[in-house]
């Protein structure tokens, strides 16, 4: 599994600067947070860095999108449906335009949020628009699929759904899933099991799958074999944020508390709290081991007060980017069973530090993991019983 970068406000230089450092990687562009005369330019950086290119559209909302969205050649105008022929037709072939002259790896195609009385409508639009491009291009079409949590936590309605996307003429997805009560981390368990369900029956049918706006839980779809996650600084990058995409104003743009990822424990902490840790006693704790260990938040453990050091915003987005890596790379194993076992010791790992830092008063309040231990628990087991037996023999397949 592989962590793909999800392009968010100002990480233009900070993926530049990963791609080189890695070597390889995938960027997925934001057309809210980069204007279209500037993606050529930058798409020739990443790929001289030795990266690779997508664009995602973002056209979830096509009526009430975002002003800098409404900017792109490619946006319906007002009163156009996107699925008339006239319609898709324009938009498609802006979009095939825009992902030439990036040299894209992929075409992501456009797809709405949809609810289960939606589906009629997307995937009518998700059919036009591969007919398009299967007749335009080479290059592998991803369609997006953008779900309600309503819809994600139905079984039934993600099974019926399962049997239509089999028969769209389209390589892989993209998928958008939209929280649970809008949670970072989230605990609703009927949602985690209706998402790794969607996630294991498309690669089952022998799709490619990238979860956008992801953060950590989402490890949890290795036991899907899924392709990648994308996953980015801010906290909409991370979590799917519809507003990110309607609101005219840019409210993505917030510095607030800087915060340290510690990977053992699947949690987020604010940086103010190692101090305290470095007062009683146990900074040691949260030291990064191994692969882990990065020239982002060294500064944090060579004895200064944390707080007096140079770790900042910047900084505390590079080392989670490079923590989130290593993890896929560490769940990129060559057996279902294995990386079962893998993210088992990881979770239950995670759950005990997580304990002892509760006992201590350490909490990373909305970025603890600890509500979502259960639920990532529950479902992988769930998961197991329903395809564990077909993902150990189809495993080698699905990479």
């Known amino acids: 599994m592989e962590l793909y970068l999800q392009l968010g406000h100002g990480m233009q ?5 990963l791609i080189k450092l890695w070597g390889k990687g995938n960027v997925i562009i934001s057309p809210v947070n980069l204007q279209q005369e500037k993606l050529v330019v930058f798409s020739k950086k990443i790929q001289s860095a030795g990266g690779q290119v997508l664009f995602d559209p973002q056209m979830f909302y096509p009526k009430e999108g975002h002003l800098k969205l409404q900017a792109y050649d490619y946006w319906p105008a007002e009163g156009v449906s996107v699925t008339t022929g006239d319609g898709y037709t324009a938009i498609n072939r802006e979009l095939l335009r825009i992902n030439n002259l ?14 289960e009385d939606q589906f009629t409508y997307g995937l009518k639009w998700m059919n036009n628009s591969a007919s398009y491009f299967a007749q335009k291009t080479n290059k592998p079409l991803l ?22 996307l089999k028969a769209i003429p389209v390589s892989g997805y993209y998928i958008i899933p939209h929280p649970s009560n809008n949670e970072y981390i989230v605990s609703d368990i009927s949602w985690v099991i209706g998402l790794l369900k969607l996630l294991t029956c498309l690669k089952l049918a022998k799709k490619k799958v990238i979860v956008g706006y992801s953060n950590h839980q989402g490890l949890l779809y ?24 309607k609101s005219p104003k840019d409210d993505d743009i917030k510095h607030k508390s800087t915060w340290y990822y510690l990977p053992t424990a699947f949690s987020e902490y604010k940086a103010a709290l190692l101090d305290v840790a470095m007062q009683r006693g146990y900074l040691d704790a949260f030291l990064p081991q191994g692969e882990f260990q990065n020239p982002y938040s060294e500064m944090l453990f060579k004895g200064a007060q944390p707080s007096s ?17 290593v993890q896929c ?4 194993l060559s057996s279902y069973q294995e990386t079962y076992d893998a993210y088992e010791f990881m979770l239950n790992t995670a759950e005990n530090q ?3 830092f509760k006992r201590r008063g350490m909490s990373g309040q909305n970025r603890d ?19 564990g037996l077909r993902l150990q023999l189809d495993w080698q397949q699905l990479r």
């Open 13 to 17: 230089a900070l993926a530049q600067e």
């Open 369 to 387: 993991f600890a509500p979502a231990v259960e639920a990532n628990r529950v479902a992988m087991c769930a998961n197991n019983e329903d395809y």
């Open 102 to 115: 990036i040299n894209s790896t992929d075409i992501i195609l456009p797809g709405i949020e949809m609810a």
């Open 143 to 164: 369609a997006t699929l953008c779900l309600y949590p309503e819809t994600i936590r139905n079984s039934a309605a993600i099974e019926a759904l399962v049997e239509q």
């Open 222 to 245: 290795a036991l899907a074999n899924v392709d990648g996650i994308a996953s980015g600084t801010y906290m909409n990058t991370r979590s799917f944020n519809p507003a990110k995409f």
């Open 329 to 332: 790379n560490m769940l990129s």
């Open 354 to 356: 997580i304990r002892e």
């Open 309 to 325: 050091t140079n770790y900042n915003e910047t900084n505390s987005f590079k080392h989670y980017l490079h923590c989130l890596k």
